[in-house]
């Protein structure tokens, strides 16, 4: 079976850190790009980073940039999201998502979506 | 960032009904653009990839078209299961999506 599951949520305070992490299973993971994509409560959807399927190159959202790191381990088949200065408005559910295409550029597309993780950020 | 704007906001239809939604890009995007389905408290789910291409899986009732800035989704006849709500997403580059279309039962 095909599985992404997501973990590390939580309540913190602004400007404290948060990692999360999303374990990939049923999948080649080392061929897939894998994105974060976020959805604030009772909001849409908001793209959040992506990260190639080897690493080699990644891309942030500019409400994340210089905040958030996007990372891989592809011997583990997981997917990581260091996020640090968190804010108020970093309040939402973080998805994990595959990239469908295998080991060439992103599309920029998301086939496969984990269940999600919350991350409260509050004082 | 590529702005994306869906109508209407929200719908109300029956079972059976023909559903059309319509989403707008602020520029040409050409046929980089994909619609999500998603169902309350579930994470979305990719029901058409470029513009028109049905993913694997989702049932043919549900279609796409448009190219360069002009896109919709239409439902040919609404089951019970697809009341929920539709988002587009351009990626034609840094991914952006529209604000979504809440499906309602009438």
């Known amino acids: 079976q095909v599985h992404l599951v997501e973990s590390g949520g939580g309540v913190v305070q602004p400007g404290r850190s948060l990692r999360l992490s999303c374990a990939a299973s049923?999948?080649?993971?080392?061929?897939?790009?894998m994105h974060w994509v976020r959805q604030a409560p009772g909001k849409g959807l908001e793209w959040v980073a992506v990260?190639?399927?080897?690493?080699?190159?990644?891309y942030y959202a500019d409400s994340v940039k210089g905040r958030f790191t996007i990372s891989r381990d592809n011997s583990k088949s997981t997917l990581y999201l260091e996020m640090n200065s968190l804010r108020v408005e970093d309040t939402a559910v973080y998805y994990c998502?595959?990239?469908?295409?295998?080991?060439?550029?992103?599309?920029?597309?998301?086939?496969?979506w984990g269940q999600g993780t919350i991350v409260t950020v509050s004082s | 960032d590529i702005q994306m704007t869906q109508s209407p906001s929200s719908l109300s239809a029956s079972v059976r009904d023909r559903v059309t939604i319509t989403c707008r890009a602020s520029q040409n995007i050409n046929i980089y653009l994909n619609w999500y389905q998603q169902k309350a408290g579930k994470a979305p789910k990719l029901l058409i990839y470029?513009?028109?291409s049905l993913q694997s899986g989702v049932p043919s009732r549900f279609s796409g078209s448009g190219s360069g800035t002009d896109f919709t989704l239409t439902i040919s006849s609404l089951q019970p299961e697809d009341f929920a709500t539709y988002y587009c997403q351009q990626s034609y580059s840094t991914p952006t999506f529209g604000q979504g279309t809440r499906l309602e039962i009438k």
């Open positions: 470029a513009a028109s």
């Open positions: 049923g999948i080649m993971f080392s061929g897939y790009g």
């Open positions: 990260i190639w399927y080897d690493g080699s190159n990644k």
């Open positions: 998502a595959r990239d469908p295409t295998y080991g060439a550029i992103v599309r920029m597309t998301f086939d496969l």
